[in-house]
């Protein structure tokens, strides 16, 4: 089984590769996903997979029916990036303003590449007792105005029920082509965003004392929320604060009565959130003493991604059973959030690394990001195995 799955899969590669650039072509932004969804619920629902379409407004869900037996569900990210592609490659973005700058559509392809793996192997007869479920989701960059991203819209239109496992990936154009990363526990950190309006009031650049300068009074807020990194934190612990954006006043020499800070915090631990939280609102609600009325708005964010110990060491097993221990190594834990986090709060999973580094690597959320399209027809073949394994059960011997 193990070399019949590499070979169908470097079989599928030309296919995957069209696949992607065609998505890459057409990139779709969060929860505007339309033409990418209803080309991959075509896609699977031909290869017999039962499909449902608009789940979590514009997810899909599939399923493959092979008696009874658990649910293994695996999933891809739809979702594109609102940023202008640079680059001269013949699959360039035909959105203006829009890319496929993470990989989502790589994700995709090779979803659809499991899909194929596992249907011919319904086909013979060859597929364990279960369900196999497929879900496409929409929108992991981003939540909509209710603070919901797709993976929370997707569970709340029931997409994970009955669900026993989770799978998924992410390609890496920052790590090695052809390597796969897995780690147990804590993978990638819960995330909140921070909105932050300090409230002054304006008077003329001369004559400053009549006023209450927010924009003096918002950066004091900045360097003090640092505090709630460096002084109520452990060494020990991990959490980061980081404010990247700051608006405000209205000429050079007015005094601003108006300022807004947006940033972020991560975590792994929940009681570092609440401690990162209550140093954030510290730092800026202390500026009200000086004159300033303040609003500091937590959320919406994404819970930290805990890969299920024994579901990875089953999956990682069949990865090294596939390609060799050289090429399935340990994932080191990144400040990164992902919504496959609320996935993995429904049902135990493991959501790992595909390296698929350029010679000229490029960065995630980059107007250059591209990958090594020669992984597609891995990632296809891992997620394949890793379902087929889970179907027979987790752990040792099954």
Do not use: K
């Not at 296919?15 to 209803?38: I, M, N, W």
């Not at 460096?230 to 700051?246: A, C, D, K, M, N």
């Amino acid at each position: 089984m193990t070399q019949t799955l590499i070979d169908r899969a470097t079989a599928l590669g030309p296919d995957l590769v069209r696949l992607r650039r065609d998505l890459h072509r057409h990139p779709e932004l969060g929860f505007r996903e339309e033409r990418t969804a209803a080309l991959l619920a075509d896609t699977v629902e031909a290869l017999g997979y039962r499909v449902r379409r608009g789940v979590g407004r514009t997810g899909v869900v599939a399923d493959l029916e092979s008696g009874d037996g658990p649910t293994v569900a695996l999933r891809a990210d739809m979702d594109a990036l609102p940023i202008q592609e640079v680059g001269e490659h013949e699959y360039r973005s035909q959105a203006p303003g829009v890319m496929h700058a993470c990989g989502h559509d790589a994700h995709c392809a090779g979803l659809v590449g499991a899909a194929r793996l596992l249907a011919e192997l319904a086909r013979e007869g060859a597929l364990p007792p279960g369900r196999v479920r497929l879900l496409f989701q929409p929108s992991e960059e981003g939540c909509d105005d209710e603070g919901l991203s797709g993976a929370m819209r997707m569970v709340a239109d029931g997409a994970m029920e009955g669900v026993d496992y989770v799978l998924g990936l992410h390609v890496g154009g920052h790590l090695p082509s052809g390597v796969l990363f897995f780690h147990e526990g804590a993978m990638l950190a819960g995330s909140e965003e921070l909105a932050v309006d300090v409230h002054g009031r304006s008077s003329h650049a001369a004559r400053p004392e009549q006023g209450v300068d927010a924009l003096v009074l918002a950066c004091q807020g900045v360097l003090a929320a640092q505090q709630a990194v460096s002084r109520r934190l452990g060494p020990h612990e991990q959490g980061v604060v980081t404010f990247g954006r700051i608006e405000g006043g209205t000429a050079h020499n007015v005094v601003a009565d108006r300022v807004r800070v947006l940033g972020t915090l991560r975590y792994f631990d929940p009681d570092v959130r609440e401690r990162l939280v209550e140093g954030v609102r510290g730092a800026f609600e202390g500026l009200e003493r000086q004159g300033a009325r303040v609003e500091v708005r937590v959320g919406p964010g994404y819970p930290p991604l805990i890969n299920d110990a024994q579901v990875t060491r089953t999956v990682r097993a069949e990865a090294e059973a596939l390609w060799g221990p050289d090429r399935v190594l340990e994932a080191t834990p990144m400040m990164g959030a992902e919504d496959f986090a609320v996935l993995a709060r429904e049902a135990p999973g493991t959501f790992f690394w595909l390296g698929a580094a350029l010679p000229d690597p490029r960065e995630h959320h980059s107007p250059t990001f591209d990958i090594d399209e020669t992984v597609l027809a891995m990632g296809a073949a891992t997620l394949a195995a890793g379902a087929l394994r889970l179907l027979r059960g987790a752990g040792p011997g099954a």
